[in-house]
């Protein structure tokens, strides 16, 4: 059964840098075929993609947020990881990270971590 | 791309049905067959319950279904129980490697 897990820090800074890591068991990140994802969920809210990253290294993003997100992969630890710069409060959100077959459906998600921006 | 649109809320009694739309475009939903349906109850991550417009993961109950008519697809839970009671959101592939979701339907169980 495969897991993810997310993990980083609860609160940021205005301006500064979003980074959260997904640490993945029970599959490897290179297994062809699936896209590693990053959603979010804003309080109260529904949830919006933010991109992902495919097995084989090549990543999309979300045409709105796109100037501002990396997506990585660190396939030792069997991790893939989110920055997202320039953060304001309306970066607050619940992030999840999810693998998903071509057409986006997410067929396994981490807990989510719940991300605040404030100074 | 904008938000698939899902009304904001459902209700049925136990052991009724109840069916929530989500209506996009003829760029997204009327597109693809990539519509999926999420249970999320609070404080959860969401649940797949449909994929690829009528695909139920194993694990999901038969009382689960999906449905599309151009630009609408649709889930029906029949059968209601108390556990069902939870927020349903719908997502459609939207082409050019774009995902968009709806924002939510609330479902009440009387």
């Known amino acids: ?119 | 791309q904008s938000a698939l649109t899902q009304p904001p809320s459902a209700s049925g009694s136990p052991g009724h049905s109840v069916t929530i739309s989500c209506t996009g475009t003829s760029s997204d939903v009327g597109a693809y067959n990539y519509v999926s349906w999420y249970q999320q109850h609070p404080g959860k991550a969401p649940k797949l319950m449909i994929y690829e417009v009528t695909k139920r993961p194993s694990g999901v109950p038969d009382r689960f279904s999906g449905s599309k008519s151009d630009n609408t697809a649709s889930l029906t839970v029949s059968g209601l129980q108390a556990e069902d009671e939870a927020d349903y959101y719908c997502s459609s592939y939207a082409g050019n490697n774009n995902l968009v979701f709806g924002g939510g339907t609330k479902v009440t169980v009387l």
């Open chain 1, 1 to 119: 059964q495969v897991q993810l897990q997310e993990s980083g820090p609860g609160l940021v800074k205005p301006s500064q840098t979003l980074s959260l890591t997904c640490s993945v068991s029970g599959d490897s990140i290179t297994s062809g075929g699936y896209y590693w994802s990053w959603i979010r969920q804003h309080p109260g809210k529904g949830l919006e993609w933010i991109g992902y990253i495919y097995y084989s290294g090549s990543t999309y993003y979300n045409p709105s947020l796109e100037s501002r997100v990396t997506i990585s992969s660190d396939t030792s630890e069997n991790q893939f990881s989110l920055k997202l710069s320039s953060v304001t409060a309306a970066d607050t959100a619940m992030y999840y990270c999810a693998r998903s077959l071509w057409g986006y459906a997410f067929h396994f998600w981490g807990q989510g971590t719940l991300v605040t921006v404030s100074s």
